[in-house]
């Protein structure tokens, strides 16, 4: 209850911000000209203004009056045509202005009925983004929850049970907001944290309590009703699974820690909370609520069959006939994946634009606005912060550059600061702040202005810096994810080969993720956006790791008692099978949910981690997992100085 209520204010606390790469050239840009300057203040939009001439100015005059804007200082007016624009500088901070602006823009526009105007500014959109990712989020959970609830039911043909399963995941959620809440009162915590809680927690807590659920109902018709050996039985088995799987999620996704950009850090910090908390409450609710319903949730009084004994034969038949064409299923599930993956060769990333905002938002509108009046580059010019005494030669040598629209140095205090010692070249690019050509011209500002002492910001500026943050760092997040993962499998499992082949068989799935993606949004020539590869990476090889120890834990106990593999791997999926693909749909349900909203890096994750969870479960779980330990055989079990394994 008290996490709970702490949630309630979650959203008011969140940050929209959290792409500044401290100490990067486009943050201490942003930092010099947060002062000294009209027309800028702590932080900056553009007034845009569509209508007659004399209504047009009107606006013009009145808005920066406002009080809810809190403007320190006006720039120039410009015109073209009916569009007009006036830099405004606001005394409200980034966070203040990335939650109220949204608000201010709704009242601004039913205060001037007459024009059409709006807000620009990085600030306004990520303040667009914040209202839009609560929106989504409702949306996202409309479309889900009873997709939840319908394959629940067909899983457990219980109400009773399905409404347990359904609690266990949300219980995971609600904790989760509750602490992140909390946190965000001392720490910056980006929007995306609380979709990354919401998609993951549900997911994961509802699979958890699948997996202690389906043990628990086999075990009552073992003991013929008796709950308490039962339940000792379901926690010393998959009780055990399910911390162990648990941790290496916690501890794979703990390594985006190491990007030092605080959006991933957000996402990464919900990600560990939330599965935090699905194991409790999978190992500690759970169990009390299984022991207060007893019969209610399964077992003698259902039939005389086992609750796991449908289907069984079925699946292990496939197993067998997987295995028996061994090499065969090998090759085509690797060829298929690859084939797949072809397409990640082309794919490109930045930062969130105005293009992640749905066509109805006014900022998307009020940049396409100065976009057509003034040229692409307008919304997004690079800003260019030096000495003042070199701005003249400075912005010569630039607007000189290829894909340099226009160069912009009026002699006025919007480009020259107070005390005369800094001043401002604005450069406007040919192109949108994320076009190909764009980030080649930045390249070539930044060399053309650093011997100068200058530094480079804007919205290119910000993107070029945060992909490099993050580009930087993967290689080692992705080592340490990886060195994690297989010292973990390579204790529990005492193998050396199968941790090999899970890192092998998952990086394949991931690279055939990518170029579903890549296909899916990158036609029209959208990048990815920037954070999506990094967290997909992480959550994909964790949740793929979550499933092949399910797999494997029951694998090798089948192994310990009886020494042939093939045999093994045969009851292990059977066994498995059934609940890995009950598991995966309700992943790709709550994932899927996600494709469908309006926020475009969330619905590129959601889309990501749903087409991996349906390849891993079939291509991967079906496939190369059965028919690879087939043909390594005995070698499976390989461990230095253990004794010899039975063939």
Known sequence: MLAGWSALSLAGKLSGGGWDVPGSGSQMAASRLSAGFAGRGRTDVTLVVRGSAAAARSALGQVPRDPQLEVSS?????????????????????????????????????????????????DALFGEVNTLSQQDLVIAELITMPLIVLILLLLYRSVVVAMVSFVAGGTAVIWTLGLLSLLAGQHQISIFAENACSMLGMGVGVDYSLFIISRYRIERFRTRGDDVPALATVLRTSGHTVLFSGTIVMAALAALFLIHLDVIESMALAAVIVTCCAVLAGLVVLP????????????????????????????????????????????????????LAVPALSM??????????????????????IAGAFGAGAPSPMLVVIPAADQGQVASEVSRLPDVAAVQTAGSRYFVSADGRTAVVQVLAKGGASAPGTLNLLSKVRAVTAPDGGVVGGETAE?????????????????????????????????????????????????ATYGILVLVFMRG????????????????????????????????????????????????????????????????????????IALMPMRQLGTGLAVAVALDATVVRLVLVPAFMRIAGRWNWWFPGAKRPPM
């Open 348 to 369: 490109r990333t930045f930062t969130p634009d105005v293009s992640v905002l749905p066509q109805s938002s006014a900022v998307r509108w009020g940049y396409q606005a």
């Open 463 to 511: 993107g070029v810096d945060a992909n490099a943050a993050i580009g930087s760092r993967l290689p080692l997040v992705t080592v340490v994810m990886l060195a994690v993962i297989y010292l973990l499998l390579l204790f529990t499992f005492r193998s050396v080969l199968l941790p090999l082949k899970a890192i092998v068989v998952n990086g394949l799935s991931v690279m």
């Open 288 to 339: 009390a609520v299984l022991l207060t319903l007893g019969a209610q949730v399964g077992g003698p009084r259902h039939g005389r069959r086992r609750p796991d004994a449908a289907g069984g034969q079925r699946w292990e038949g496939f197993a067998r006939a997987v295995m028996r064409r061994r090499l065969t299923a090998l090759l085509a599930g690797t060829a298929a994946l690859a084939a």
């Open 74 to 122: 006006t720039g120039p007016v410009a015109a073209k045509g009916d569009t007009y624009t006036m830099p405004l500088g606001l005394r409200m901070d980034d966070g203040t202005a990335r939650r109220e602006l949204p608000g201010i823009q709704a009242s601004l526009a039913a205060d001037h009925p007459g024009v059409r105007l709006a807000l620009v500014s990085s």
């Open 525 to 596: 020539g959208t990048p990815l956006q920037n954070f999506v590869p990094s967290v997909l990476l992480a959550v994909l090889f964790s949740l793929s790791t979550d499933y092949e120890v399910f797999l494997l834990s029951r694998v090798r106990e089948e192994y310990l008692k009886s020494g042939d593999n093939s045999a093994a791997v045969a009851s292990g999926l059977a066994q498995t099978a059934p609940l890995i693909s009950g598991a995966a749909a309700l992943m790709i349900a709550v994932f899927g949910g996600f494709g469908f």
